[in-house]
């Protein structure tokens, strides 16, 4: 990730307090003895100093209060997030680190969006790896439909948004199992969950289409960023969160019917 421009090229994080940046929420890129994770919304939070900029000795409380302050999530949802999360690494009141999260087949998953399965680590590290891959950050991209391309010939007098939603998801996220394979029951809910989350804390409506500007989506998922002058204007719950989570389900299982149907004797030839 590259450095802002006016940063040192190295300089140490110790708390929420930067010493470039100040104790406010700008922010700064992970400095080479900081901790990430492969969860852009966790990493975000520690590029925003909304939990300690280096990732270190958290706890479940810390990442339950980050979750509040950064993206304005429900007590019960960040609760639930943190408190889970940490029970599932075998640390419920214990500290981690970011990096802790990729312990394969924890929290973490295979058939990420932007990252590589744990498999392809060198060695077969036991943490995945945390190197966001432009290259499918450019394949999700081009799940979205309409395309960039198709809203920009719309024109602005249409009404058209370049947004992703749920059922784009859905779409990238069968693109993304036909690459890796299948994953299991839990970590499929949990993929599906990691996404309602965002598309419900960022969500616009158009005349023709209801989700989250690519804009601030593609920054976040690839820069680990929040949108500029981006403050939260509504709390996102646990049960809006369900329910999205649910829409992209729904919308995965229609497209792998759909692949699974037989082409047309007319098609095929």
């Not at 080479?32 to 000795?57: E, F, Q, W």
């Not at 450019?138 to 948004?161: I, M, N, T, Y």
């Not at 693109?175 to 499929?188: F, L, N, Q, T, Y």
């Not at 497209?255 to 047309?264: G, I, K, S």
Request: hydrophobic content about 35%; overall charge neutral; glycine content about 6%.
């Amino acid at each position: 990730m590259s450095v802002p421009e006016g940063h040192p090229e190295i300089h140490g994080h110790q708390g929420k307090t930067c010493p470039v940046t100040g104790r406010g929420n700008r922010f700064c890129p992970p400095q080479a003895d900081d901790s990430r994770s492969v969860c852009p919304a966790l990493n975000t939070m520690a590029n925003h100093g909304y939990i300690s900029r280096d990732g270190k000795n958290l706890s479940a409380l810390d990442i339950t209060r980050g979750l509040r302050a950064c993206y304005n999530l429900s007590y019960p949802l960040a609760y639930f997030l943190a408190y889970v999360g940490y029970a599932i690494l075998h640390k419920p009141f214990g500290r981690l680190s970011l990096q802790d999260i990729g312990k394969h087949n924890a929290v973490e998953h295979n058939a990420s969006l932007v990252h590589h399965d744990w498999q392809d680590t060198p060695e077969h590290n036991k943490l995945a790896p945390i190197k966001i891959d432009q290259t499918l950050v450019d394949a999700l991209c081009a799940d979205v439909r309409p395309s960039a391309k198709e809203v920009e010939a719309a024109g602005p007098e249409s009404g058209a948004r370049f947004l992703i939603n749920a059922v784009d998801v859905a779409r990238a996220r069968v693109r993304r199992e036909k690459e890796c394979g299948p994953i299991d029951s839990v970590h499929a809910e949990i993929a599906r969950g990691e996404m309602a989350i965002i598309l419900g804390v960022w969500e616009v409506k158009t005349r023709t289409k209801a989700g989250i500007p690519m804009e601030y989506f593609r920054r976040w998922i690839s820069e680990e960023r929040l949108p500029d002058d981006w403050k939260p204007d509504h709390a996102q719950g646990l049960l809006n969160t369900i329910k999205r989570s649910k829409s992209i389900r729904t919308a995965q299982a229609k497209f792998q019917q759909e692949e699974a149907q037989p082409l047309p004797t007319s098609e095929k030839n």
